[in-house]
């Protein structure tokens, strides 16, 4: 369905925008951000779908990364989506930070109780990339990219690994890697998923990759050593193989943070770039 | 007073500190933050003073306006106060947006009821500079600038135009430049200052700089021209003299918030470097 302009800012060589919209995907109002930058009428940019972390909104990401500055250089379109249904209250929802409510984890779940809502997989995947992103920006749909941060960057690894015909370029920054082997991962995966760990796999970056064999994917990785959740990141299972390249860049005395991002995003511009301008 | 550590980032070549203290200038708490760039043990280093906007803490301007790339490439310590005393509570002192908390105006009150506390003035100038930041970063006292953003632009006008000895280099943000004439403040200054408005001019940009006969400076200013404020602002007002040139951009579809600042951060950072490295 049509998106509402929430707002738009002058940024950069570009415009900052903010648009909602009623989803069919997660039954709800969504809320997503998308930069774009100056073109001509008919022209279509390369785009890069940006998945935030936990307890992020759409807003976290377009207030403290800077990413703009580097938008308007390369002249991607960069569309950064809320990170889980919003306006709906199901009974522990908001009884912890990492999940519920800012902690969608980028899955479609099938427990009953979070089916109905609880489909960020699906929402990023099809309703926003395809039908509600391509109203409000001039996409071109064969140089799309994705990325993200935290749980994002999880979402980011396995969105992009299981769907390359639609996603063509990846990086993370400190990304969630082996979500089945953690506490967050585990909480997350069991809630919407339920008891079936066989499941959980189709959501675990460093399985998916390991079972890749699409066309031949470079993926560039930042983390940060002074990370104080490193031991729920595990950037060393995500292993290279035939059909992925992996760069992990262990960037030092580097916490979690919008600092961390903001320092390396010229370089995950770059590399998107190289794939996809 | 000695400053207490409240958080430590790594950010691009450098850190982000912030730091709180006991002020005997505002007799109160008072917190600011610092990026201090990677640096040699007794080297000494070019320093930005950054005043913020109304509503302001220290922490918009961090979070937001993505300076530390631009510091850390100069290699400038950058130190961004907080914009009015906090945690004494004056009757009125929360009641409108643009007076009290977060809108000190960088004055030293004279009206009983503000002068024990909103002295933001000596606290930025003489407090902030002179005693507590050399503690913890290592200015070179002889290479410091001033910029800031709205109100902060006009405390940076202000301030750097009346202590040329202390600051050698001067930008700002979409500054309020003839306080005296326009409702902000009108409002700021009557209720810090009183009712005999010839004391208003000591903290009127335009005013100052007309009689301002120090050492050359060469003031950059960008104004977004779709700056809902503009009517508050008058760049107009700021005169070029024999004294002080004044570039004033008018950026075209901008508007008064950290996505302008932003868009403008490298060319400040510049300004400044000419100036001061």
């Known amino acids: 369905m049509a998106a509402t302009l929430v707002s ?68 991607f379109i960069v569309v950064h989506p809320d990170t889980s ?54 996409i071109d749909a064969g140089r799309v990219g994705i990325f993200g941060h935290s749980m994002g960057g999880h979402g980011a690894l396995t969105i992009g690994l299981r769907n390359p015909q639609k996603f063509k370029s990846i990086s993370a920054f400190a990304p969630i890697c082996n979500p089945i082997s953690v506490p967050w991962g585990q909480k997350a995966l069991g809630g919407y998923l339920g008891e079936d760990q066989a499941t959980w796999k189709e959501y675990d970056a460093s399985e998916v990759l390991k079972r890749y064999e699409g066309p031949k994917r470079e993926i560039l990785v930042d983390q940060g050593t002074a990370d104080n959740f490193l031991g729920q990141l595990k950037p060393e299972t995500l292993k290279e193989t035939d059909h992925v390249a992996v760069e992990v860049r262990m960037q030092k005395d580097f916490d979690h943070s919008y600092y961390f991002i903001a320092s390396f995003m010229a370089d995950h511009f770059a590399h998107h770039a190289k794939a996809l301008v």
């Open 85 to 138: 249904p919003r306006g709906v209250d199901i009974a522990g929802d908001s009884d912890s930070w990492d999940f519920g409510k800012g902690a969608g984890f980028y899955v479609n779940a099938t427990v009953e109780k979070w089916s109905k809502n609880y489909r960020m997989y699906d929402y990023i995947v099809k309703e926003l990339l395809e039908e509600v992103a391509p109203k409000v920006a001039p």
């Open 8 to 75: 738009k800012n002058r940024s950069f060589q570009g415009h900052q925008f903010v648009y909602k919209h009623p989803s069919s995907t997660t039954n709800c109002e969504m809320t997503f951000g998308v930069y774009i930058p100056d073109h001509q009428p008919e022209e279509k940019l390369p785009t890069l779908f940006y998945l935030s972390g936990l307890t992020c909104t759409h807003a976290n990401f377009m207030e403290k990364s800077g990413f703009q500055q580097f938008a308007s250089k390369h002249r």
